[in-house]
Structure formats: structure tokens, C-alpha cells
């Protein structure tokens, strides 16, 4: 007790601090877990949202909230789109047919934002050693392929029909089938479907050798013009590149992917900024740079998609690594100051928004468990954590998204996308970031240190015993 009293002793004079404000400030000292208290502690600041280490309890609770709000015993079923009539009768063709919802209407069965969410559930199911967390995508797969054949007879018969399997008998795009089929995989994975396996087969052939690339190989649009180069096709079809050559150990899946990450960075990185341009229109040498939050997102998350994947030595994989390292360090310096970041990433007018908050807190938390990058951006993985834990409301919708938005050629669009719960492209991001957090949290390499009023994340090697 003595040498405690002499050590305390000793950091206030070195401090200069009184012994009895020290006594009284280390008694008034707050849990890791809860608000600091200004009162208690002058220094300690006043924050607009919660300045803490979050529980693991508390981030459990997050993932149970968001999966309860699209699960449902039959969240889907076919139906006649003028009379609403349920469809069971499979030999009868019914050019009418097309998929009703159940329950939740603003949840699709196929899309984009539903291969994220689908892919976040499985993240979770694993962060948490939860199998229920994968019941959703592997039921929701299950009734798609019981009735695609259907769909498919249908447009045999009738040509193109428009309906809610159009992606897959139809494919024409990356946003039909990329984040899909990347999903699609990891199900397989668990569920060894054949019918799953021939979707994923038909999205391969569509990528590798049907989708619209630039001279260079690079996937590209043509849209808004001719040649457009867009940043969030990185993960349109990085994470399912990256998928089928582990599934397949076909290395030209995963030539192609790292020729895309290095190539689309070339077109959309600017190394002054440390941010992706969210397009090019490649006709215009001028084309101006609008630095979309969720477009850099796409790109941080699908080249962690792929690092995942790559082999150690694989050809480019340090220039990609690189890459996140860099970018990683530019989205730090644009995080928001209550934790979540900018829908214009360098605007500050802009509003706070949630998808590419969660994207870049996934990723981040990621990277430092990976070892892809250094362990003290983890307060960055924190606070926007915390900040993003306040837009789950308790029924499970994400709040402040924004709506699904075009590569554009102005700044008053961007600044006026609407952003609300009904966008579908935060849920699976924040599963994501939910499940690396806990991770993070349990990181048996890294010390959390509460002092001097903030977090530091520490190696515990170099913690001298």
C-alpha cells in the first residue's frame, strides 16, 4: 500500500497535479463501458453520442435487431402482379407471375443491397457462433432456386417478362449478379445447392465474358456515357472474382480481380485527396472528382474481399495492400466529428451519412485483424462504431442512408440524395462492421487502454510486464 501511495505520490508532482484532485478524479473515475461524465471530469469533454468502449453485449443486441427485422417464417411468395392471387400450380405458365412480399415490403429477395445483407448475416453468424444469423440467406436462396426454373420457362415462353428473377434469366448488368453471386458462394459453401452452383457458374460466364469492359480489360458502364468507369463496381465484381478463384482455384479469377482493383485505381484514385472519385467519364481529361461516401466504401470493402482470398506472394497483392493502407488513411482524416462520415466525403456541409460509415468501420476493424494495417486506427473502428450503433433503432431499421445514387457530374445532386431507412443499402454494412467489432473487441493481440481521457489500442507484446 505504501509503494502504491509513493507511485501516486510521484505522477502528481511529475504531472502537477494535486494529490486530493488526483484521489478525487481516480474515485469519479467512470467505467470503460459508460458515458464519461463532464461533471465528474471537466477535462473529459462533452460529446453529442457515446465517447465509450462499447460492450460486446450491446453490439450483439445490434446484429439480433437488424436480422429480426427482415426475418419472418415466409418472407416471400409468387403471385399474380394484376389480381395479387397467390401462384402454387408450377406446370401452369402465368406470364402474370411475379414475387409478392410477405410482411416487410421494403426487403427484396434479389439485389445488390441483399447479396451485402445476406453476406453480413454470415458474417455474423460466425463473429458470434450463432448458426440462426444464417437461417435468412440460406431460406431465402432456397425458395429462388425452387423457383427459377419456372421464371426461366416463363421467358422461354412469353420473351422478357420484367419480373424479379429478370437478373438471372436476364442478366445485363454487374448490379444484377456481382454482389449476388459473391453471397451465392459463400452459401454454397455451407450448403453444397447444385442449383446454387449452377447460378453462380451462369454469373461467372457473365462477368468474365459478357459485361462491357474498357480496351484494357477494365469493367466499365456505358452509362451516363459511353465509357464510364464507376467505383462501385469494384465491388460488383471483385468480391465474386475473388470468391469463384478460392472456390474454383481457377487463378484466372483472381488475375482478373487484382488487374481490376489495380486498374480502377489508376482511373479513380487521387493520391492527393487519398480518396476514390466515384467515376470517370474517360472521354473527358477533365472530368471532375466527386468523392461519393459510398463509392469509396465499395472500394475498401472489396478490396479487403479480395485480400482475404490472395495468396501472401500473389503478383500485386503489395500494390493492393498499399492501396488500403493509403486510403484507409485518408478516410481517418474526413471522419466526422461525432464518428460517422460525410456523404461528400470532403464536404462538411454535406450530411452524416450511414452506409459508407459502416463500410469504412468494417473495414478498418477488419484490416487491424488482419494485420493489413497498423492496430492504432483502432479508435477510428470505435467511435464510428458507437456513432453508428445510434442509427439501429429498436425495431431494427437503419436510419440515415442514402438512396441508391447514379454516378452524377454535379455537387447539388450528391448533396441532395434523400437518406432514410427505406434504403436498403446500410443493413448489410452495419452487420458487417457489427461482426468485425466483436472481433476487434476479442482481438487477443491488442490492449484497449482507457487514459488521458481516450483510447489507445496497444500490441499487449510490447506492454512492458
Given amino acids: 500500500m505504501a509503494k502504491l501511495l509513493d507511485c501516486i505520490d510521484s505522477v502528481c508532482k511529475n504531472r502537477m497535479v494535486p494529490f486530493c484532485l488526483f484521489l478525487m478524479m481516480a474515485s469519479a473515475s467512470p467505467s470503460p463501458s459508460q458515458p464519461r461524465q463532464p461533471m465528474q471530469d471537466p477535462g473529459a469533454g462533452q460529446y453529442n453520442l457515446p465517447y465509450e468502449l462499447p460492450s460486446p453485449d450491446s453490439i450483439k443486441g445490434v446484429i439480433d435487431r437488424v436480422y429480426r427485422y427482415f426475418d419472418s417464417d415466409n418472407p416471400f411468395r409468387i403471385v399474380d402482379r394484376k389480381t395479387g392471387d397467390p401462384i402454387e400450380n408450377r406446370t401452369l405458365l402465368n406470364p402474370q407471375a411475379d414475387l409478392g412480399m410477405v410482411g416487410n415490403d421494403q426487403i427484396a429477395l434479389w439485389a445488390y ?214 486510403h484507409v488513411q485518408g478516410v481517418t482524416e474526413v471522419q466526422g466529428g461525432d464518428g460517422l462520415w460525410h456523404n461528400l466525403l470532403d464536404k462538411t456541409d454535406s450530411y452524416l451519412e450511414t452506409s459508407c460509415s459502416a463500410m469504412f468501420v468494417y473495414t478498418i476493424a477488419h484490416a487491424i485483424n488482419k494485420g493489413w494495417i497498423d492496430y492504432t486506427f483502432g479508435p477510428v473502428a470505435q467511435a464510428g462504431w458507437n456513432a453508428l450503433a445510434t442509427r439501429v433503432g429498436r425495431d431494427g431499421r437503419v436510419e440515415g442512408t442514402c438512396w441508391g445514387t447514379t454516378f452524377a457530374s454535379d455537387n447539388v445532386y450528391y448533396y441532395h440524395r434523400p437518406a432514410e431507412a427505406r434504403a436498403s443499402h446500410g443493413y448489410g454494412p452495419v452487420l458487417f462492421a457489427a461482426a468485425e467489432m466483436l472481433k476487434l473487441l476479442s482481438n487477443d493481440k491488442i490492449f484497449i487502454q482507457e487514459g488521458y481521457r481516450t483510447y489507445h489500442y496497444r500490441l499487449k507484446s510490447d506492454i512492458k510486464k
Fill in 113 to 326: 443491397t441483399m447479396g451485402v445483407t445476406y453476406m453480413g448475416m454470415l458474417k455474423a453468424s460466425e463473429a458470434t457462433d450463432n448458426p440462426t444469423y444464417r437461417t435468412y440467406p440460406i431460406k431465402c436462396m432456397k425458395f429462388y432456386c425452387d423457383w427459377l426454373p419456372y421464371f426461366q420457362k416463363l421467358d422461354s415462353a412469353f420473351g422478357d417478362l420484367r419480373n424479379g428473377f429478370r437478373p438471372v434469366v436476364r442478366t445485363s448488368s454487374l448490379d444484377d449478379c456481382g454482389a449476388m453471386g459473391a453471397a451465392l458462394i459463400k452459401i454454397y459453401k455451407i450448403e453444397k445447392d447444385p442449383r446454387l452452383l449452377a447460378i453462380i457458374n451462369h454469373i461467372a460466364d457473365y462477368i468474365s465474358h459478357r459485361q462491357f469492359r474498357l480496351a484494357d480489360g477494365t469493367l466499365a458502364r456505358q452509362r451516363p456515357q459511353a465509357q464510364s468507369v464507376w467505383a462501385d463496381d469494384a465491388f460488383m465484381c471483385v468480391p465474386f472474382l475473388a470468391q469463384m478463384g478460392d472456390l474454383t482455384k481457377d487463378k484466372t479469377y483472381l488475375d482478373d480481380a487484382v488487374k481490376q482493383i489495380l486498374q480502377m485505381s489508376r482511373y479513380l484514385f487521387k493520391k492527393d485527396k487519398k480518396l476514390f472519385d466515384h467515376g470517370l467519364n474517360v472521354h473527358n481529361a477533365y472530368d471532375p472528382n466527386f468523392f461519393w461516401g459510398r463509392a469509396n466504401g465499395w472500394v475498401m470493402m472489396a478490396i479487403a474481399e479480395l485480400l482475404d482470398v490472395l495468396p501472401e506472394k500473389y503478383k500485386g497483392r503489395d500494390e493492393i495492400l498499399s492501396i488500403l493502407r493509403t
